[in-house]
Each structure stands twice: as structure tokens, then as C-alpha cells.
């Protein structure tokens, strides 16, 4: 268990029993901005699946960022220059 999530973020949502973050299926936390990958999502695990994780959430963060939507199929191939010219 990591004892600086329970002391600076109490209301995130962990799962006690392995102390990790839990995150739903597109690697989000319970706070509504925060993304997690990796070790403290899995606790212990290896470099392989923390690698597939962090291309998973940084996929998911792109579309976020985009449309304010991790799960937005479309949101890979937004424009985020569209209405800039």
C-alpha cells in the first residue's frame, strides 16, 4: 500500500485489500482528471503490462483532452486546430 494516497487523496478510490488505485476500463480514476497506469494500478507487475497500460492511458488522456471524453471512439481524430483559423 502506498500511505501517500491515503494521506493527500483520501477519497480516491482504492482497493484496500491490494493497495492500488482503481481505475475503470479506460484507465481513469475517481477523480474526474486523473489518469492511472502501472504499478499503482496492478500493485507488482511487469514492465510489459505497465508499458500497455501507459499507451492505454495516454489514448485515453488524448481523447479526454480532446473531447472531454476517454471513450470517445472519435476522439483520436479530433482537430484540435479546427475553429483556430
Do not use: H
Not at 501517500?4 to 482497493?15: F, G, N, S
Not at 489514448?59 to 470517445?72: E, F, H, M, S, V
Amino acid at each position: 500500500p502506498n500511505p501517500l494516497l491515503t494521506e493527500d487523496c483520501p477519497e480516491l478510490a482504492r482497493d484496500e485489500r491490494k493497495g492500488t488505485i482503481v481505475i475503470n476500463e479506460w484507465m481513469q480514476t475517481s477523480y474526474e482528471d486523473t489518469f492511472a497506469a502501472g504499478d499503482i494500478v496492478t500493485g507488482g507487475a511487469t514492465v510489459i503490462l505497465a508499458m500497455g497500460q501507459g499507451r492505454k492511458a495516454a489514448d485515453a488522456i488524448d481523447r479526454y483532452l480532446k473531447t472531454g471524453n476517454p471513450a470517445d471512439p472519435d476522439g483520436g481524430n479530433a482537430d484540435v486546430c479546427e475553429g483556430l483559423t
